[in-house]
């Protein structure tokens, strides 16, 4: 085998554990932190953002790759960059990360100026209580969610009970007006026989 095809398959195989390496990085990284998934610190601007994603999203693209997992990576990026260019989304991620910051801070009785806020390991923990702070937000609003869901719940089936009553209604006053020309004819027709009868009676009496 000539050098320069030596030196390509292993270029090849080069990119291709780079694309394993990448996918199983962000396979293993807390899917709901979207930094972490793209491997980005806060305050990035969005020109890197995008540009980070493109250069991402074509190493482990599932067209470019056999890894099975591919597909899973890339949709796991594409929503990462979906909530860091979405300024609700973002800010709502930043202050999950400044939180637990605080929250951590707090636990270790330190001050933010503190030495140890600077080391690996409170970054660490800091990642670690991230985790911690996301997932709690996120059960609380899936919690509002379905709360939510159940209050519109009830109060449809209010408006649907409220409707089907106005229905019947309606349906009753059409019924008693369909029926007022049968209504008047029988009436008559009653008082008619009254009077006739009454005049015989009074006939009769008179005879006697």
Do not use: C
Not at 67 to 74: K, M, S, T, V, W
Request: proline share 2%; no cysteine; aromatic share 4%.
């Amino acid at each position: 085998m000539a050098s320069d095809d030596v030196l390509a398959e292993l270029e090849a195989t080069g990119r291709e554990v780079d694309k394993d390496n990448e996918i199983r990085r962000i396979m293993a990284v807390f899917r709901l932190d979207a930094y972490a998934v793209l491997d980005l610190q806060p305050g990035i601007p969005d020109s890197d953002i995008k540009k980070i994603y493109r250069g991402k999203s074509l190493l482990i693209h599932p067209d470019k790759t056999t890894n099975p997992l591919a597909p899973d990576a890339f949709d796991r990026l594409k929503k990462a960059q979906t909530v860091l260019l979405d300024e609700k989304e973002r800010n709502l991620l930043d202050e999950s990360i400044a939180d637990a910051r605080m929250l951590l801070i707090r636990e270790k009785k330190l001050t933010k100026d503190s030495e140890e806020v600077k080391s690996d390991e409170f970054l660490k923990e800091w990642r670690e209580k991230t985790k911690w702070v996301i997932m709690e937000n996120e059960t609380r609003r899936v919690k509002l969610q379905q709360a939510q869901m159940r209050e519109e719940g009830r109060q449809q089936r209010k408006d649907d009970e409220e409707a089907e009553q106005r229905k019947r209604k309606r349906e009753h006053d059409k019924a008693w007006e369909d029926s007022r020309d049968s209504r008047i004819g029988s009436w008559r027709e009653f008082a008619k026989g009254g009077a006739g009868g009454a005049k015989k009676k009074k006939k009769v009496k008179s005879l006697g």
